[in-house]
């Protein structure tokens, strides 16, 4: 891993870094391994560490120990470090930091005079000249690669860490490669008094994220491939990038020139019997069965059994679980093209032979037919790849492995036409696998590909014109649109199919059509029109017997339901919830939960909100689904009811992770709520770019997409102080919406115009509103947050007269903390501090500024934070916080305290929500935090710090 790239993922190995060299400030010496295979980093990690050491006057001494072919050099890292402490300091101030000592053991291994006869009296000079350079700063000692290092070495290593710890500036820090028990490295690390005195850890191969972020800006799958073919290691991911290896397709990888000769370096230490396992073993894949390598192989079982220990032994295979697999992909890459085609495609055929022979020597159980199919493929024997492909594609579809099913059907459309009687060989029709190709493509993130697949299939001449048939692929082709973002193509597909089942007796798919039909009218704003529409699909389903489509209908009933204020909708949509899960529908799983969760939000139960959707998240990424649409509408709604509870930061955590790999058009709604994140925050630079990202994307009529996008576009306008902007954008969101039937988002959009008609003092334009808003209460059932918004219009409508008073106010921002809306309640306060000041009541006015300012600067809302600051600067109004209590111990919060608390006493988690009146998440999340603070992973290792520190005593 090269010097320029980002430092990424190593945060809590530098922290530990870091923390060891405190306690050295403070007097105590202490020893650090770090351990890890090549390039997964150390050496950058140590750079990052030490980044700043010279500004802080740090002594910093580094050697490495260098890769021998015979007897090493003894202490050759020792001498190393020295030598470069001379050349940094040059000689005079190398001599007086380091000592006498330093001089002795300059002039020792120049072969001077000096000499030393025993070990011992090297490790005391080292020792002596390490504190006298201590005197003046503490040390950092760095031994790298110690994997490599002379037994001389590893003694001195010894005898620091072993050496007493108190009043000493010295930290050490050795790096070594994952070694044999055999090793004499690993005989140094079992000791115990060495082991009890050395902080000991190892670093660990990238995640796909870390990946991505050490990749920068690409494509999610090919920071996949990369992960999956570097193994994680930066340095091998940072070598395929910069050389373009991974521009082609798996089958045509280029290796680095670097990592080539690093391969082969290793493989030319096998011998023939040893490289003849490997060629057999990278023809079958990244892992191979015990069983086939002995049937495929042809070696005597002695020879083979040799074969076997001499690749495990120089760490090219692993064995366990049945199985021999390669300790790198790259290292299988090389042996594969070491290897002639020949005898790679003869391979590929024995290999193909034997599991259809005996489907029980596959890897894993049930990837028989997974294997066959790569083998025939690479073999180039086109029936049987075809055949294998779909068995294999409709195997993965089983398993929810829809990655692995939309390659292998997409292969298997590729040779359609290279066989001749395709169709029999497939054991399918041309349209079917393109529909089914068309799920698989859909749930693994490419809803385009998805749409191109289902409309092949709608155009192929094989289904005979089956009205039912064809009626099924539109109603696909339809839910597709909609998750491209083509709403208007999206509502005629559904009809489409629709015309093509009208004539034809009750069926499950013509529920499924009346409910997407049904959904369509709720994305319009039409709920009671929805609501008909929604409860004739499920009087159908339940007619017909159909129970994943009863579930599907019972999902849109409730979700219309819902919106309208019944009670009935939450029970439907859980109902819902529940025949999903039990019939295993991903799709109306997930959708469910996203429903539900708006329907929480839109009743002001924002906790319930933020629970039932985090727990649908839970769900899709239990499923492998976090990259699907369903999984990302999930994430919205989740991202909604967060923002309004002000817990802006894990609501643009999960957006982020959301949208990574989304287009605008796929990601309207996520792209809304961060835009509206950021205004509040006052990134206006950043709420400008997603709202522009959207602009000339096709638009849903939805009023909870049109309602939100104009009021945040007023806000920003506002923010922004162009006034007459903010107005025109409040004008264009209530024509969008004021002809639905959601009074939520008129209101809200009526409140942002209020405020906008205050600040430019216009009474007409407040009348206009006050009477609007006034209209649609009049409607709509009476609700928390309606009722609460009416408060606000009331309220900002003084204003504009300068009639409003501290009082009313108060009510208003009572109202907003009553459902835990941190934000709007702040806001209210800084009003009321406003009225207060205007009537000249200064002690009035400086309790809602103070929490006001305090709440703005805990949720990070700037703007907010500064016109209150400004406001108290004017009137020397005192805004600091009540006395602070003395610090807890960790600098543990009140709440997170409590927390421990509990569960030290033998509370679960769920036990402490209950008496501590939050969610499971609150907990949870305090938890978490507590542990991160005490230096813990676990429960037991939590109370187990409490109890050596008496924190409840």
């Not at 699909?537 to 339901?561: I, P, T």
């Not at 205007?838 to 929490?851: K, Q, T, V």
Request: proline share 4%.
């Amino acid at each position: 891993m090269t010097e320029e790239s980002p430092f990424v993922g190593r945060p809590n190995e530098l922290d530990r870094l870091t923390r060891r060299l405190s306690e050295v400030r403070d007097g105590t010496a202490r020893t650090v391994l770090v351990g890890g295979g090549p390039g997964l980093g150390k050496t950058r990690l140590l750079s990052e560490f030490l980044r700043a050491a010279p500004a802080a006057g740090i002594h910093v001494l580094s050697g490495a120990c260098e890769e021998h072919f015979g007897d090493p050099m003894p202490y050759g890292p020792l001498i190393e470090a020295l030598e470069t402490f001379g050349l940094e300091y040059g000689e005079g101030k190398a001599n007086e930091l380091g000592g006498p000592a330093y001089g002795r053991l300059t002039a020792f291994f120049d072969l001077g005079n000096d000499s030393m006869g025993v070990p011992v009296q090297v490790f005391l000079a080292v020792r002596r000249m390490l504190d006298h350079i201590a005197t003046d700063a503490p040390v950092v000692l760095i031994l790298e690669d110690l994997h490599w290092a002379d037994p001389s070495t590893l003694d001195l290593v010894r005898h620091l860490a072993q050496a007493r710890a108190e009043d000493r500036r010295v930290l050490l820090v050795g790096t070594y490669r994952p070694v044999g028990r055999a090793h004499p490295l690993w005989q140094l690390f079992g000791g115990a008094t060495f082991m009890r005195r050395t902080d000991r850890f190892e670093l660990r191969p990238f995640t796909l994220d870390e990946m991505r972020e050490l990749l920068g800006e690409v494509d999610r799958r090919l920071a996949e491939r990369c992960l999956r073919l570097s193994d994680g290691i930066p340095f091998y991911a940072d070598q395929l990038m910069a050389t373009g290896a991974l521009a082609g397709g798996d089958e045509d990888i280029v290796l680095p020139p670097d990592i080539r000769s690093m391969m082969l370096g290793r493989l030319s230490q096998l011998t023939e019997d040893g490289f003849r396992v490997l060629q057999t073993a990278a023809v079958a894949g990244r892992a191979m069965s015990r069983q086939l390598l002995r049937t495929v192989s042809g070696m005597p079982p002695e020879t083979l059994r040799d074969a076997l220990h001499e690749c495990v032994d120089q760490q090219i295979l692993s064995a366990g679980q049945g199985a021999y697999r390669f300790q790198h992909a790259l290292l299988r890459e090389t042996v594969l093209q070491e290897t002639a085609p020949d005898v790679r495609v003869e391979l590929h055929v024995a290999m193909a032979e034997a599991l259809a022979a005996d489907s029980r020597l596959c890897v894993t159980e049930g990837s028989a037919a997974a294997e066959q199919a790569i083998h025939w493929y690479q073999a180039k024997v086109w029936p049987q790849a075809l055949t294998y492909a779909v068995a294999a594609g409709q195997a993965a579809v089983r398993t929810l492995a829809f990655s692995s099913a939309d390659l292998q059907f997409e292969r298997a459309l590729q040779l359609w036409h290279r066989v001749d009687g395709a169709e029999s060989q497939a054991g399918i029709t041309r349209s079917r696998l393109l529909a089914e190709a068309a799920a698989a493509a859909r749930w693994s993130g490419r809803v385009d590909r998805a749409l191109d697949l289902v409309e092949q299939a709608i155009n192929a001449p094989d289904h005979s014109g089956d009205a039912g048939r064809l009626g099924e692929l539109h109603e696909r082709r339809a839910n597709y649109l909609v998750e491209v973002g083509r709403w208007a193509d999206s509502g005629a597909a559904f009809r489409d199919a629709a015309d093509l089942l009208v004539d034809r007796p009750p069926s499950a798919v013509q529920a499924r059509v009346l409910a997407g039909i049904a959904l369509a009218h709720l994305q319009a704003g039409r709920y009671e029109e929805g609501k008909e529409t929604a409860d004739e699909a499920l009087r159908m389903a339940v007619e017909v017997r159909a129970q994943a489509e009863e579930g599907r209908a019972l999902n849109v009933s409730g979700l219309a339901r819902g919106m309208l204020g019944d009670p009935e909708g939450e029970i439907r949509l859980r109902r819902s919830i529940e025949i999903a899960r039990s019939a295993a529908h991903i799709e109306d799983l997930l959708r469910a939960y996203g429903n539900l969760g708006l329907v929480l939000e839109h009743a002001g139960r924002l906790r319930d909100s933020a629970e039932v959707t985090r727990d649908g998240l839970d769900e899709a990424r239990r499923l492998g689904l976090t990259g699907s649409r369903q999984s990302t509408i999930v994430a919205n709604n989740a991202s909604a009811a967060l923002v309004l509870l002000g817990e802006w930061d894990d609501a643009e955590r999960i957006i982020t992770e959301a949208i990574q790999d989304l287009r605008p058009a796929e990601s309207l709604y996520p792209r809304l709520t961060l835009a509206e994140i950021q205004v509040h925050r006052g990134d206006l630079r950043r709420a400008r770019e997603l709202l522009a990202s959207i602009d000339d994307v096709e638009h849903s009529v939805d009023p909870r997409f049109l309602g939100p996008l104009h009021a945040i576009r007023a806000e920003l306008a506002i923010e922004e102080g162009e006034l007459t902007r903010a107005a025109v954008e409040v004008a264009r969101g209530l024509a969008a919406v004021r002809k639905d039937e959601n009074t939520l988002e008129l209101l809200r959009l009526c409140a942002v115009g209020m405020r906008c008609a205050a600040e430019q003092e216009a009474a007409d334009a407040g009348d206009r509103l006050a009477l609007l808003a006034g209209e649609a209460v009049r409607r709509a059932p009476v609700e928390k947050e309606p009722a609460q918004l009416v408060e606000l219009l009331t309220a900002e409508r003084r204003r504009i007269r300068r009639t409003d008073t501290a009082r009313a106010w108060g009510r208003v921002a009572d109202g907003w903390a009553a459902l835990d809306r941190r934000f709007p309640a702040a806001y209210a306060r800084w009003r009321q501090a406003e009225a207060a000041l205007r009537a000249d009541d200064r002690s009035a006015a400086r309790e809602p500024a103070r929490i006001a300012y305090q709440t703005a600067k805990e949720l990070g809302a700037v703007p907010l934070r500064d016109r209150v600051r400004t406001l108290a600067r004017k009137a020397d109004l005192d805004l600091a916080d009540r006395p602070v209590p003395a610090q807890l111990p960790f600098n543990l919060t009140p709440a997170e305290l409590h927390t421990l608390r509990l569960l030290y006493q033998g509370s679960d988690v769920s036990q402490i929500a209950r008496q501590r009146g939050v969610a499971k998440r609150t907990v949870e999340t305090q938890l978490a935090r507590a542990y991160k603070k005490l230096d813990v992973h676990t429960a037991v290792e939590a109370v187990t710090r409490a109890r050596e520190k008496h924190l409840f005593d």
